[in-house]
Every structure is written in structure tokens, then in C-alpha cells.
């Protein structure tokens, strides 16, 4: 069974940059498995944020990146912002399915 | 604009079935892929089943194969999912999601499994 890891938390400063990684205990994440982000606040539908590792959905500002670190895919956040403060989720596509990592809760304080 | 809008969920008795609808508008459907995701209450994500740009492929999560079924009709740009032999761990906000991977959501609609 894939399982998909994602921090389940994290906390940022604002102004301050994090990133947060998305692996699975298959192997290594690589472009391959189309590595998406998504930020969902409470009681709102998901919002795409970065798609195929790293590139940016209309409309997201550009201190949102996506990338390949090591074995894993990387949302990476530059200059947090208080209304960054949401639940992120990555997704991996696994050929016929695709695997939702468990999301990180990120905190802005 | 890419508009989604789901209807259909209700509250449901174990064992019981359901159908889902997704209404599509802004782009040509059937040129998408289209995709069901749920999320249970205060839970993560869940991809549930997606279906090609014609209908002819379907792919489901091994949590609901043999008891959901995805379909589309292209001529009323509506994306549905039939769902039976619910369980109660069926209870979540089901969301129709465009593309693949998932690039517009709809709002969700709740499905309520207990009797």
C-alpha cells in the first residue's frame, strides 16, 4: 500500500520561509509522479497551488515553489504571510491512482 | 470561469446508495478528465475515482471498487457517481475536481452514512 508522508505540522514566522516536503515510502518522489500542492482552509474546497512539481496555478503568488529535494517534493513558502496559515496537502500520481499525502497544519506566528 | 457544482448528498442509511451529480460550466467538458475526492470529517484528503475526457476509462480507489461507479453524460456536461453498499466510513464532503491532477474543485457536498 502507498503511503504518502507529510509533516503534520509546522510553524513559521512571519516573513519568515518554510518548506514543507511531501515523500512516500515507496522510494524517492521524482517528476514522474506529477507532484501537486494544495492549500484548503477550514470549511473552504482546496485551492491548487503548484502542479507538476513546480509550476505555479493561475492567480498563486510567486513566494509559493514547488520543487524536488533529495527524495522528496517540496512546497516552499518565502515571505509567510498571516493568511498563509492553512492546511496543505500534496498529491502523488501513482500511474492508474493518485495518493493525498496526510496535509501539514502550518501555523503563522 | 471554470464553475463546478455538486448536489445529491443527503443522509443515508448503512447499506444504502446514493448518487452524486457534478454540474460543469466554463469549459468544454469533454476534453477533461474529471475526478471525485472526498474529505471525512476533520480528516485529509481522499481520491475516490476519476474518468476520462470520453468515459471509456475509470479508475477507483481500492476503498470503494465494486461499490461506486463514475460515469459522465458530455451532452448535459455532468459528472456523476453512484454510490452503494455505503458504509459509515463513506461519511465526507465529496468533491468533483477537474483535470488530472485535480486543477478546479467544486464546493463539496456532504454524504451522511448512519442509520
Known amino acids: 500500500q502507498t503511503v504518502v508522508t507529510q509533516e503534520p505540522s509546522f510553524s513559521v514566522s512571519p516573513g519568515g520561509t518554510v518548506t514543507l516536503t511531501c515523500g512516500f515510502n515507496s522510494g524517492s518522489v521524482s517528476t514522474n509522479y506529477y507532484p501537486t500542492w494544495y492549500q484548503q482552509t477550514p470549511g473552504r474546497a482546496p485551492r491548487t497551488l503548484i502542479y507538476s512539481t513546480n509550476t505555479r496555478s493561475s492567480g498563486v503568488p510567486d513566494r509559493f515553489s514547488g520543487s524536488i529535494l533529495g527524495n522528496k517534493a517540496a512546497l516552499t513558502i518565502t515571505g509567510a504571510q498571516a493568511d498563509d496559515e492553512s492546511d496543505y496537502y500534496c498529491v502523488l500520481y501513482m500511474g492508474s491512482y493518485w495518493v493525498f499525502g496526510g496535509g501539514t497544519k502550518l501555523t503563522v506566528l | 470561469e471554470v464553475q463546478l457544482l455538486e448536489s445529491g448528498g443527503d443522509l443515508v442509511q448503512p447499506g444504502g446508495s446514493l448518487r452524486l451529480s457534478c454540474a460543469a460550466a466554463g469549459f468544454t467538458f469533454n476534453s477533461d478528465a474529471m475526478n471525485w475526492v472526498r474529505q471525512a470529517p476533520g480528516k485529509g484528503l481522499e481520491w475516490v475515482s476519476l474518468i476520462d475526457g470520453t468515459g471509456g476509462v475509470t479508475y477507483y480507489a481500492d476503498s470503494v471498487k465494486g461499490r461506486f461507479t463514475i460515469s459522465r453524460d458530455n451532452s448535459k456536461n455532468t459528472l456523476y457517481l453512484q454510490m452503494n453498499s455505503l458504509r459509515a466510513d463513506d461519511t465526507a464532503v465529496y468533491y468533483c475536481?477537474?483535470?488530472?491532477?485535480?486543477?478546479?474543485w467544486g464546493q463539496g457536498t456532504l454524504v451522511t452514512v448512519s442509520s
Open positions: 475536481a477537474k483535470g488530472s491532477p485535480f486543477a478546479y
